[in-house]
């Protein structure tokens, strides 16, 4: 397949916040250490407006760049150090880059460059090619082979019968996945997760359920709430939150004991009362990931209280390798559900040249299980 590459491909170019078009750009080089991805679905989550719009420092990054952070794909080209992977296989690509010479240094591609020297040079140099193209370059170590009999084959002869687009939650699946992973969540627990009904915390749901613990889901939203209660009537409890953190203690402590809280605030609910909610019905040797987005520079953690109940509070960032092969697996297994079974609606298909729509779509359907993405 890699002889018979175009020279070209298209892809979206930004030139600065808000500014792209779709252009003709040269073939990535495939290299040592690397291997060249024909993309089927990228993803298009409601945050990719405000990262293409850098309404956040976090989200300037070093332009040109094509933008769009996951995607599902074949294996086009390797390079010749490859040893297991091979062209023509379905896989995804992770876009968490680590420098090989210091894994502390990071950056997201689409996303964030970071804020050090380091950083910024290692976005430049490996993570300016995004997913809205059709075709992305990635080092070996960020591609991950998926089981397609096992995932998009029939019913009928052993599969689970997704589809790609279907598939393209499992970025953040792996994220909250590695959240609950260090904590070490176990079957039976019971499990906050709030709030319950964003991209990242409704696939903090499906994760928790897939791992076999009991879950209280904690939002504002009704409807949200409504929906997650239909896929998992026999594992979920809901409350819907009020805002006064007395009230809502006492519906979220009504199931019983709660083992563990897993927060996935965004942003916009910085100085929300959901987590000192949730905290305040936390047992003794509880434990707390932390795996949102809030801004607080400080959270209502009672001191007392935390070091008399001999608490576990843990800040998570992204996932490891060893995460993200563990979703495959659950995924691949059948535990975790995907798609419509896991009440995931796809709300737009788009092309390239209408990725500006795409982006649009995505803000206005996002919510639990909305999906929204490209087809190169």
């Not at 402590?253 to 949730?278: K, L, M, R, W």
């Amino acid at each position: 397949m890699a002889s018979s590459l175009p020279d070209t491909m298209r892809a979206v170019v930004q030139t600065g916040p808000g500014k792209a078009t779709v252009e003709s750009v040269p073939m990535p080089k495939v290299e040592h250490g690397s291997a060249l991805i024909k993309l089927d679905t990228s993803l298009v989550h409601s945050n990719v407006a405000h990262i293409f719009k850098a309404d956040h420092d976090m989200f300037q990054l070093p332009y040109p760049i094509i933008p769009g952070s996951f995607g599902i794909g074949r294996i086009a080209a390797l390079g010749p150090d490859a040893t297991t992977l091979q062209e023509g296989q379905l896989v995804m690509v992770s876009s968490l880059i680590r420098a090989r010479d210091d894994p502390s240094v990071n950056v997201i591609r689409g996303v964030f460059a970071g804020f050090t020297p380091e950083s910024q040079h290692l976005y430049k140099t490996l993570a300016r090619s995004g997913f809205f193209a059709e075709y992305v370059p990635a080092p070996l170590e960020n591609i991950y082979r998926l089981d397609e009999t096992r995932l998009l084959g029939s019913p009928q002869v052993g599969g689970l019968g997704y589809t790609t687009g279907e598939l393209v939650v499992l970025s953040a699946n792996a994220i909250v996945y590695a959240s609950m992973r260090s904590i070490a969540l176990q079957p039976g627990e019971r499990v906050i997760v709030t709030p319950a009904t964003g991209h990242y915390s409704t696939a903090a749901v499906d994760v928790a359920v897939a791992l076999g613990a009991r879950v209280i889901a904690a939002s504002r939203s009704a409807a949200g709430l409504a929906r997650l209660k239909e896929t998992y009537p026999d594992a979920v409890e809901t409350v819907q939150l009020t805002g006064d953190i007395k009230t809502d203690g006492i519906a979220l402590g009504a199931f019983g004991p709660v083992d563990a809280i897993v927060d996935v605030s965004p942003p916009a609910a910085t100085g929300a009362t959901n987590f000192a909610a949730a905290l305040s019905v936390l047992r003794e040797r509880g434990r707390v990931t932390l795996v949102g987005g809030r801004e607080d520079e400080t959270l209502p953690i009672p001191y007392l209280k935390a070091m008399i109940n001999n608490w576990t509070i843990k800040g998570s960032y992204m996932y490891s390798r060893e995460d993200l092969e563990g979703i495959v697996r659950l995924a691949e297994a059948g535990l975790m559900k995907l798609g419509k079974r896991a009440g995931h609606v796809v709300h737009g298909v788009y092309s390239l040249d209408d990725f500006l729509a795409a982006i649009d779509k995505a803000v206005e359907m996002a919510g639990p299980g909305a999906l929204v993405y490209i087809k190169p």
